[in-house]
């Protein structure tokens, strides 16, 4: 059989299938290990991969006797992944996994609903289907009644129906039998089908497949990289909550940042300063669904704000989702690295930066004619209420963008947000030909602009800082040219990136910072500092010390071209939450910074 069902897995060798309402994290071996229901932000039915405390428990595991070996890799421009495993005795199963998504009257398809195929394709496989479910984070063994085709999972408040062609007895034993023909099991809500399972199945899949590759065709990828480009826009697709238009960060909690350390956050929610580089990234792909959704939320964030109401770094997938943090003791944590937690305090921090974050998201409805709502006077009137915060608070302290929970400074990167919000709101005047207006966010900007040139260039450096009048560098500090506040050839940022690539590299890796924070030394390289390092060689005319740096980023990815937030730069190993939404957007950036363009590449070498 397959590892022992105690045992949970060691690294991030993991593939993600979904449909914007629900996902599933699947290991080499074809597990489920971590899938919540009935949404992304829900409870983690499946949840092996956090090691719950019921040791036997939170797993959808399909195991094969003998099994020597396994393969695993997507349909092509597709989120249906295929997991082949071989016995010693020449005995295979070809293991299909997907969530179904297609076009069915008029609109989307995507019940709360995980198809796993599982076919014979040579001698005769003895497998195991285990199906062991948790309920409550971990904490509540659900009740299991069997049907004449199905198995249900009930707890106080909690139903989930797994229906299968299997052998009903052997599924519900977790017993041994030899596979002879296909076999489909459907796990979803309490609810029951008419037809035939492989009929759905095969239909489910066949149009499932069409649906990705249709929307895959669309996407506007570069010349160079574009089977990376693809994974990184389907993953990003894949942590989208379609209902409400929320992008989560990752769509897992708990991950530790490296190992053996208390940072594990919970990361199953949409941060607002991702919002600007996710649309800008969104934009350059040509994924005009998935932004026009993203803004959706984003102005639905703002329309639910009290007058005066200071924004939230962070909100739920529903904007009015309560966050509070809590640590749970019914899981032992990722490689029994604990503590779990779920919620993030994180919400009720003072980040500055936020509001430059979603003026400059939101501007791209005033200049995006493609975009069916166009920014009118009264968004932009919603957004000057943000601009007033933003230009009041630009140069008070908070808990910076690495929203540090034991200190508050004045951050460098925070400031430049707000300046960018006020420049933002200029060109927006300008645009709605209101010129009073656009003097006024100009004179604020201006304003902002001083006290940075002022408080945050360290000459003795030859750098900008990270806070008004310190001495420590981060790497935020490499995206005040990507929101123009420094030309690329400003000699004030090429001396920040000097003075960054030496104290903050590790070989072909980025830390954030170095400095010790609430949690003493940082050990691994956040994999967006990396991507924006190197998008900064790359405008700075370093770009073959860029290329070479974006070729060892696409080496870190997983088997399946996926990466976490994190990667230890000695070991190359991926550490915390995954698959990070934000780092597959780094590479999407950088891979259309970088690339040959088709005409370079193609027609001029035709």
Not at 109 to 118: G, K
Not at 511 to 528: K, L, N, Q
Request: proline fraction near 5%; glycine fraction near 6%; hydrophobic fraction near 45%.
């Amino acid at each position: 059989m397959t590892a022992a069902p105690e045992q949970a897995p060691e690294s991030l060798d993991l593939g993600i299938v979904g449909n914007s309402i629900v996902a599933a994290l699947i290991d080499r071996e074809a597990r489920i290990v971590w899938h919540c229901v009935p949404r992304l932000d829900g409870d983690p039915v499946f949840c092996r991969l956090l090691r719950p405390t019921q040791l036997e428990q939170g797993v959808f595991e399909i195991g094969l006797r003998d099994m020597v070996s396994s393969t695993q890799d997507y349909i092509t421009n597709t989120a249906v992944l295929v997991t082949t495993l071989t016995d010693s005795r020449g005995g295979a199963v070809r293991i299909t996994d997907f969530a179904p998504r297609f076009k069915q009257y008029d609109r989307i398809y995507r019940p709360a609903m995980l198809i796993r195929r599982i076919e014979p394709i040579a001698g005769t496989p003895a497998i195991r289907i285990r199906v062991r479910p948790l309920f409550g984070y971990g904490g509540v063994l659900p009740s299991r009644t069997l049907g004449s085709n199905h198995i249900r999972f009930t707890a106080p408040g909690a139903a989930l129906r797994l229906t299968t062609d299997a052998p009903l007895a052997y599924v519900d034993d977790g017993s041994e039998f030899v596979l002879n023909e296909p076999v489909t099991l459907v796990l979803g809500p309490d609810e029951s089908f008419t037809e035939s399972l492989q009929h759905i199945s095969r239909e489910f899949l066949e149009r499932t497949i069409e649906y990705w590759v249709d929307w895959s065709r669309y996407l506007s990828v570069p010349f160079e990289w574009q089977d990376a480009v693809i994974r990184a826009a389907i993953t990003l697709k894949l942590c989208a909550y379609e209902e409400t238009g929320a992008i989560l960060a990752a769509l897992t909690t708990s991950i530790p940042e490296a190992a053996d350390t208390p940072r594990t956050w919970d990361y199953r929610y949409c941060w607002m300063r991702d919002a600007y580089f996710v649309v800008q990234a969104l934009n350059r792909l040509g994924a005009t669904k998935t932004m026009e959704d993203f803004l959706r939320y984003i102005t639905t964030v703002m329309a639910q704000r009290q007058p005066g109401e200071e924004l939230q770094p962070v909100y739920g997938i529903i904007p009015s989702a309560a966050l509070i943090e809590r640590e749970l003791d019914t899981m032992q944590g990722y490689r029994g690295m604990g503590p779990v937690r779920i919620g993030n305090a994180a919400f009720a921090q003072r980040q500055n930066d936020t509001y430059g974050s979603i003026v400059l998201a939101v501007a791209q409805m005033f200049f995006d004619h493609r975009l069916p709502r166009r920014g009118d006077a009264a968004l932009f009137a919603d957004l000057e209420r943000l601009g007033e915060q933003a230009a009041a608070l630009a140069l008070t302290p908070d808990a910076g963008l690495w929203e540090f929970r034991g200190r508050a400074r004045v951050h460098t990167h925070s400031a430049a947000m707000c300046w960018a919000a006020c420049r933002r709101l200029a060109r927006i005047a300008g645009v709605l030909d209101l010129p009073d207006r656009a003097a006024y966010w100009r004179e604020h900007a201006d304003r902002i602009r001083h006290a940075i040139l002022e408080r945050a260039w360290n000459a003795e450096l030859n750098s900008f800082v990270e806070s008004f009048d310190g001495v420590d560098l981060d790497a935020s500090l490499l995206l005040l040219q990507e929101i123009g506040f420094v030309a690329a050839d400003d000699p004030r940022f090429l001396g920040t990136l000097d003075a960054i690539g030496k104290q903050l590299r590790r070989g072909n890796h980025l830390m954030r910072y170095v400095a010790p924070d609430d949690f003493g030394e940082p050990h691994t390289a956040f994999s967006i500092c990396t991507f924006w390092y190197i998008d900064a060689l790359a405008v700075a005319g370093r770009r073959d010390e860029a290329r070479e740096i974006f070729e060892t980023m696409l080496a870190s990815r997983n088997h399946l071209g996926l990466l976490s937030e994190d990667v230890d730069p000695k070991t190359g190993a991926l550490w915390g939450n995954f698959p990070q939404t934000y780092s597959m957007v780094g590479l999407i950036h950088c891979a259309m910074r970088l690339s040959k363009t088709w005409e370079e590449a193609f027609w001029r070498g035709s």
